[in-house]
């Protein structure tokens, strides 16, 4: 293939270069689909970043056609999303303090950042933060964000404005925000819900929310229902975005920083949940370090065409899927659609009743509400559950930025605790010879004069201690005497650390006296270059390292023949070692 450094760049267009004819008809069916889907959408979703509904459209263009050319998934849909709408509200909106035009500004700025950090974390193929925020956090963090939006919508629909700016604060106030409801707005809201349930019921086929939306700009401008004082979005200018750079204050930018990482972290991660679930479905792969990139490349794009940001769309990527689309052309083709109604059918959509815009936005937050998932992790998993509970009611009471960063920071604190206080085992062999664990099964048994140790995860600094501490409780327990301990080194010794180095040659200082030797079993060419940059004595007098748990139970063997046979030394072990053992636990 001609340019493959160009081809590694850009893996959709791979896949364009490499197109087959019998894909056409369905991508094209697919991207007329998701174009119906995603216009109704990116509008709602506009007035709910605070910025006009032309935006929307912008956010739509040209990101898609960025990851139609830089991303790895065939299925997924780039475009606005829920949860990152919400989030650039809630940081932009206080610090624009009533100026729309600096909104605007900070929205493009907070997106360009979004993107960059994007690009950063995939220079240093960091993809594999797809894994970082667990599914109970995310799933109580978008369980969260969908109801703060819900509730937020509401006053769109009632036709009132809430004064508080928190969730609690305006649940509080809802008696009174009812008793000024403003009734042709609420009707309007009822109409476009009805609209919506029944193209639902006896037109599935169709695009329910655009039927919804058309129908109540049609009833607002055949009736001249703007002078009841319903709101609507008003004029939105024909034409493309130019392309310019955000302008912004240098010192509210500060402010931008950390929200566009905890935005960055949450948009990638819910993207590679979708982007992941419908590769495995279509059977094929995605790199999650090009999907990064991807995701950043098309914000800063957002940004420049002043857009704002944008993640995996999992409804528009399933109407994409449930079309039958097979390329990222279905991406280019909706974007084209999408584009010629920015520059050519605008005016009709100045007719569109904010509380129509309230309502889609109602359902869509709907759909990423799964309280009954939720409940169920309480049978399955306990601590998932609190910790979905956790960041669900964090999000609930203290906000959506805040909630993000808490969640976040569990995330960070669920994998220091795996790392810091893993499981561990005690092995033995079992009537075959397999080497497995000893457990309450009885399938296993100890290796008489052996105690075989497994630590289950990477040995490090902030570990060490813990690894000693365990592996010492575990030997003291042990009802028949030993004179060798082996450890597993495959799932613990996976890097040099001087610490745990310092570790190893005080254990084994403190079993030599006791006549006990350590044997290291696994990575041994590793093992013997680490022991040599820290300057540890391995083999006879030292540790000794062996290729694998099965060799070492063969030479331990050996060895012991030997000794019984007078051919090995013997170490003597003094009276005061048990003491000086337990004092180490």
Same mark, same amino acid.
């Given at each position: ?15 364009m270069?490499q ?11 697919? /991207? ?6 995603a ?25 898609? +056609?960025?990851y139609?050319?830089? /991303?790895t998934?065939?299925?997924l ?18 610090l624009?303090?009533?100026d ?29 933060l ?6 109970p956090? +995310? ?26 700016r ?18 042709p ?15 639902k ?12 939306m058309a129908?109540?700009?049609?009833l ?18 024909a ?7 955000? =302008? ?20 990638? @991660? ?9 590769a ?73 009743p904010?509380?129509? +815009?309230?309502?889609?936005?109602v359902i ?5 509400i ?12 306990r ?17 959506v ?9 569990l ?12 499981t561990?085992?005690?092995?033995? +062999?079992?009537?075959?010879?397999v080497i ?11 290796v ?7 630590f ?25 005497? =030993?004179?060798?301990?082996?450890i597993d080194? @495959? ?25 006990i ?67 180490h636990?």
């Open positions: 293939m001609k340019f493959p450094s160009l081809v590694s760049f850009m893996p959709g267009l791979a896949l270069l197109y087959e004819k019998q894909w056409l008809r369905d991508d094209v069916r697919a /991207g007329l689909s998701v174009a119906a889907v216009l109704p959408v990116a509008i709602a979703y506009a007035q709910l970043t605070g910025v006009n509904a032309a935006v929307g459209l912008y956010s739509c263009v040209l990101p898609m +056609l960025v139609a050319l830089f /991303g998934s065939r299925q849909i780039v475009g606005p999303d829920a949860a990152t709408c919400a989030v650039i509200a809630a940081v932009v909106t206080p624009a303090a009533g729309s035009m600096k909104h605007w500004q900070l929205v493009m700025t907070m997106t360009a950042m979004t993107g960059f950090w994007c690009l950063i974390a995939s220079r240093f193929r960091l993809g594999v797809a894994d970082f925020l667990s599914k956090i +995310l799933m109580g963090l978008l369980n969260g964000v969908a109801i703060t939006i819900i509730v937020g919508q509401f006053s769109k629909i009632f036709g009132f404005t809430f004064d508080e928190y969730l609690i604060e305006r649940l509080s106030g809802a008696p009174s925000y009812l008793t000024k409801t403003h009734w707005t609420l009707l309007m809201g009822l109409v476009t819900l009805l609209t919506y349930a029944l193209v019921r006896y037109r599935p086929q169709w695009p329910a929310s655009m039927c919804a129908v109540a700009a049609f607002v401008w055949a009736f001249n229902l703007t002078s009841f004082n319903i709101n609507v979005v008003g004029e939105v200018s034409g493309l975005p130019s392309f310019q750079a955000p =302008v912004f204050d240098i010192g509210i930018a500060r402010e931008l920083v950390v929200p566009a990482l905890n935005l960055a972290m949450v948009s990638f @991660v819910s993207m590679m949940l979708t982007a992941r679930s419908f495995a479905k279509n059977g094929y792969d995605i790199d999650a370090d090009k999907e990064f990139r991807a995701l950043g490349i098309a914000n800063i794009a957002s940004a420049l065409s002043q857009g704002f940001a944008v993640s995996g769309a999992d409804s528009r990527t399933a109407v994409n899927d449930a079309n039958g689309g097979k390329s990222q052309l279905v991406s280019i083709i909706a974007a084209v659609l999408i584009a010629l109604v920015a520059l050519f059918f605008t005016a009709p959509l100045k007719y569109i904010s509380s129509a +815009l309230g309502v889609v936005l869509a937050s709907i759909s990423l799964d309280l009954k998932a939720l409940w169920n992790l309480r049978v399955r998993d601590s998932a559950f609190l910790l979905a509970c956790t960041t669900l009611f964090s999000v609930l009471f203290i906000g930025i805040p909630g993000i960063t808490l969640a976040v920071l995330g960070l604190f669920q994998f220091l605790a795996t790392v810091m206080r893993p561990d085992q005690v092995l033995g +062999l079992d009537h075959k010879g497995r664990s000893v457990d309450d099964s009885g399938k296993a048994k100890s008489p004069g052996v105690f075989i140790y497994r289950n995860s990477p040995l490090t600094y902030f570990n060490a201690t813990y690894f000693k501490r365990r592996l010492l409780e575990k030997f003291i327990r042990e009802p028949d005497p =030993v004179d060798c301990i082996i080194a @495959v799932p613990c010794f996976t890097h040099l650390d001087l610490s745990v180095m310092a570790m190893l040659a005080d254990l084994h200082q403190l079993l030599k006296k006791r006549g030797r350590l044997v290291l079993a696994g990575r041994k060419r590793q093992m013997l270059g680490w022991f040599e940059q820290a300057g540890m004595q391995s083999g006879e007098g030292g540790i000794l390292i062996r290729p694998d748990l099965y060799l070492a139970l063969k030479m331990n063997q050996s060895y012991k023949q030997a000794l019984a046979e007078g051919q090995a030394p013997v170490i003597k072990k003094a009276p005061e070692d048990d003491v000086l053992l337990y004092s636990l």
